[in-house]
């Protein structure tokens, strides 16, 4: 019986989810099952446990409509999202809603405050891959959350809230003070560049994922804002009925009264452009921001990344794309265009996630 050993390395997908020889294929190509429920994404929760994914080698071509094949081979495999020794804390400190993750050893560590988009809650993944690379990850919620005040539904904090943040990393004893980057993606980079041009503080470095400089609902510099997003009259909706927010997030129908003074920024800056963002017109945003740096003669400190045919969900690497997905379920169900298309969003998940790293290597440890 002659044996022939298949690699992901080195042998080619001739069909399913991905094409070519894509050595995590298995994993960024992921989809839901037939007939599951629509619009689910995959997303890890509980980042203290691993990921086990089952991989089988099926005698012949299987695709989801065929019956039983014979199984040839099998392999359990883990992928964790915390490396040995991270340590993962809670945060309810002075009204700051968090997770803290510390790296292996006493430090000081150069910091990360780690903030996402107005689907609210608290991931932790991207944080805790940070603090197995070595720094001390903060990620923050500040909206829809329960430990946060006011409705759920409604940005309820403003720049004391984000100084808080900031000031709680900064006073850490495993954190090196002067040394706290900045990432945001979505909302969270409106958040990231007021936080760096407006709250009084001083981060060594900015990095920006997909989202605007400037708010479509009034921003509470602090207390309560009733929600009143102005640019609802701009959704487009596909033959599907889900919605694309791209046009609404149009720099035009931005409130400019809530624009970021990115004139006054003091720091690096990485902004990450999808081309294909059906949730915020990204590339547009990155040619405001870099012609306000130069407009103020600091071009120096502007650096873009750009990726065709990405969408506006760009995670740490070999996340599976969804190019659809739930973005919430209430007061009704509204289905959501993401964007993007599953080998150019995974290609630049990776790539990105490597330029993020060097990004933070120059800016915080050298």
């Known amino acids: 019986m002659t044996l022939k050993i298949f690699a992901v390395t080195s042998d080619h ?9 894509e050595p995590m294929g298995l994993f960024w190509g992921l989809q839901p099952a037939p007939g599951g429920r629509q619009g689910l994404r995959l997303r890890k929760k509980n980042v203290e446990t691993p990921y086990q994914v089952h991989i089988s ?13 014979s199984e040839l081979a099998v392999v359990t495999t883990e992928r964790w999202y915390m490396a040995p020794g991270v340590r993962r804390t809670e945060i309810r400190q002075n009204g700051v809603v968090g997770t803290l993750f510390l790296p292996p050893g006493p430090g000081p560590f150069p910091g990360v405050l780690d903030m996402w988009g ?7 993944y991207r944080s805790s891959l940070l603090a197995s690379k070595g720094y001390a990850s903060l990620t923050l919620s500040y909206i ?8 759920p539904d409604q940005l309820n904090v403003g720049d004391s809230y984000f100084r808080s943040a900031y000031q709680l990393l900064q006073d850490l004893d495993e954190v090196d ?19 760096a041009t407006q709250c009084g503080v001083k981060p060594s470095c900015v990095i920006c994922i997909n989202g605007p400089f400037a708010s479509t609902i009034p921003y509470p510099e602090d207390g309560f804002s009733k929600h009143n997003d102005s640019t609802e009259k701009y959704y487009v909706c596909n033959d599907q009925g889900y919605v694309q927010f791209k046009d609404a997030m149009l720099p035009t129908h931005l409130a400019l009264e809530h624009r970021v ?11 990450i452009v999808a081309e294909d963002d059906g949730m915020a017109a990204s590339s547009k945003y990155a040619d405001m921001m870099e012609e306000i740096l130069k407009s103020a003669g600091k071009s120096q400190l502007f650096t873009r990344l750009s990726y065709p045919d990405a969408g506006h969900l760009i995670e740490p690497p070999y996340s599976p794309h969804a190019r659809e997905s739930f973005y919430r379920v209430k007061p009704q ?3 959501i265009v993401f964007g993007g298309h599953p080998a150019s969003h995974a290609a630049a998940q990776e790539d990105s996630w490597r330029k993020m790293l060097d990004f933070l290597e120059t800016n915080l440890r050298r």
């Open 333 to 335: 169900k509204l289905m």
């Open 177 to 195: 003070a002067d040394r706290i980057g900045l990432i945001g993606l979505s909302y969270g980079v409106y958040v990231s560049l007021r936080i």
């Open 144 to 151: 829809e959350h329960k430990d946060l005040p006011g409705p």
């Open 261 to 271: 003074k990115l004139e006054n920024l003091a720091c690096p800056l990485m902004v």
């Open 13 to 21: 997908s001739l069909g399913g989810s991905y094409l070519g020889c």
């Open 118 to 124: 107005m689907g609210g809650g608290l991931p932790e």
């Open 57 to 69: 080698l099926m005698e012949g071509h299987v695709s989801p409509s065929d019956g039983k094949s």
